[in-house]
């Protein structure tokens, strides 16, 4: 799963308040798909640079991944490392092309666990239900220092 840190749950975040607002999800577009959206946080590319990128080789982001080389220059294999670099890892962005983490997923309540992979509104819940779940991970390692009156008087 991937790393539960500021980046990663910050780009889940931004992708969930922007696919709510915007009319332009598209399942088929590299750069608007349930990774683009998110890929779109992390890299800071367009949608339409991140589509250019991944028409250089051929396959959805499934296959690219599988096909994923970090050294071979490919402009799409960047974004892929700038994704993996933020702390996703390569299976994390699978499922989430398909909405289809077990994990992710038992995060949702009962009756809402069969999400369609190309409906905006399954992608919002999908990525509400992970970010949700990554801020559990994240807030459980955070200590907080015990305030004391003493502590306090400095």
């Avoid at 750069?31 to 890929?39: D, E, F, I, K, L």
């Avoid at 890892?89 to 992979?117: A, F, I, W």
Wanted: proline content about 4%.
């Amino acid at each position: 799963m991937a790393q539960a840190n500021e980046q990663v749950i910050g780009a889940l975040r931004l992708a969930i308040a922007q696919l709510q607002k915007s009319n332009s999800y598209q399942w088929g577009h590299m750069g608007s798909c349930n990774c683009g959206y998110v890929a779109q946080h992390v890299t800071r590319l367009t949608p339409a640079e991140i589509h250019r990128r991944a028409l250089l080789r051929h396959g959805d982001w499934t296959e690219q991944l599988n096909d994923y080389c970090p050294t071979s220059g490919l402009p799409f294999d960047d974004v892929i490392s700038e994704m993996l670099t933020a702390g996703f890892e390569r299976t994390d962005l699978q499922h989430l092309e398909r909405l289809s983490d077990p994990s992710v997923l038992n995060h949702l309540s009962e009756g809402k666990r069969h999400l369609r992979h190309n409906v905006r509104e399954d992608v919002v819940q999908y990525l509400s239900a992970w970010a949700a779940l990554l801020e559990e991970e994240f807030s459980g390692r955070v200590t907080l220092p015990e305030l004391t009156p003493e502590a306090l008087a400095v």
